[in-house]
């Protein structure tokens, strides 16, 4: 890797970012405007709402820069970009880090919007910091944009790019805990829910919300997500391909 084409790589993207205002929106607008509807939902229940809003806060930033990212990556390949880049000196690796930095920043301001909306005027009551909270909306924000980058290799075109959403991230939202807690599930399901990231995304933002400080399970659950993080992007650079045929 070098550190000069990694960056220009991230400038490049945030250029393009700039230029798309809707992308703009899907990533920063969305997530805040279903956490302010999901407050609604649970009006009359608060309780639900501080339980299920914390794990959402970190779940519905690791769907929208999923999405993002695998078709932003698809973009460049099958538009004959990333076949340019990669024939000059720019290696698999620096570009996927460039884009994980690049959609990273936008990470960052996407988790410190939401965590500032729901805890400032949505309500959220965590008995953790709200700093934690944001770490870990941060790193699920991460989480999905290393998943999109590698789940960009599999896919020729937008349509099928859309189509991993469910296959990859629907069965996660149903095993993380979030409507039933994993361990209450059978124990096939349970033993599945163990070894998927997600899981370990919607315990991290739980811990804030039971426990005032840094306990040993949010230190691990944080661990695993960016190590899962750091692997996909391992992986995407290992079959990132020049070009759709």
Same mark, same amino acid.
């Given at each position: ?22 992308? /703009? ?16 939902? #649970? ?5 639900? $709402? ?12 690791? /769907?929208?820069?999923?999405? %993002? ?72 924000? #991460? ?7 590698? /789940?960009?290799? #599999? ?23 979030? #409507? %039933? ?13 163990? %070894?998927?990231?997600?899981? $370990? ?11 005032? @400080?840094?306990?040993?399970?949010? %230190? ?13 992007? @391992? ?11």
């Amino acid at each position: 890797m070098n550190l000069d084409r990694t960056l220009a790589t991230a400038r490049r993207v945030l250029r393009q970012l700039s230029h798309d205002p809707r992308t /703009i929106a899907l990533m920063l607008v969305v997530p805040c405007v279903l956490l302010t509807l999901l407050k609604y939902v #649970f009006d009359a229940s608060p309780q639900t $709402y501080n339980s299920a809003g914390a794990s959402l806060l970190g779940i519905f930033p690791l /769907i929208t820069m999923f999405l %993002v990212t695998s078709i932003a990556t698809l973009r460049e390949r099958t538009s004959g970009t990333l076949e340019r880049l990669l024939s000059m000196p720019l290696g698999k690796a620096d570009l996927l880090a460039g884009y994980a930095l690049a959609f990273g920043a936008v990470a960052v301001v996407q988790a410190a919007l939401a965590t500032g909306l729901s805890v400032l005027a949505l309500g959220l009551d965590v008995t953790g910091s709200s700093w934690l909270l944001l770490v870990a909306a941060l790193a699920d924000a #991460f989480l999905g944009t290393a998943l999109g980058l590698f /789940i960009s290799a #599999f896919a020729s075109s937008e349509f099928q790019a859309v189509q991993f959403l469910p296959a990859v991230l629907l069965p996660q939202i149903l095993l993380c805990g979030l #409507f %039933v807690p994993r361990g209450d599930m059978q124990p096939v399901l349970s033993g599945l829910s163990d %070894v998927l990231p997600m899981s $370990y995304a919607a315990d991290a933002t739980t811990q804030i919300v039971h426990h005032t @400080g840094v306990t040993g399970d949010f %230190v691990r659950d944080l661990i695993i997500v960016a190590c899962c993080a750091l692997l996909a992007l @391992g992986l995407g650079s290992a079959t990132l391909r020049r070009r759709t045929e």
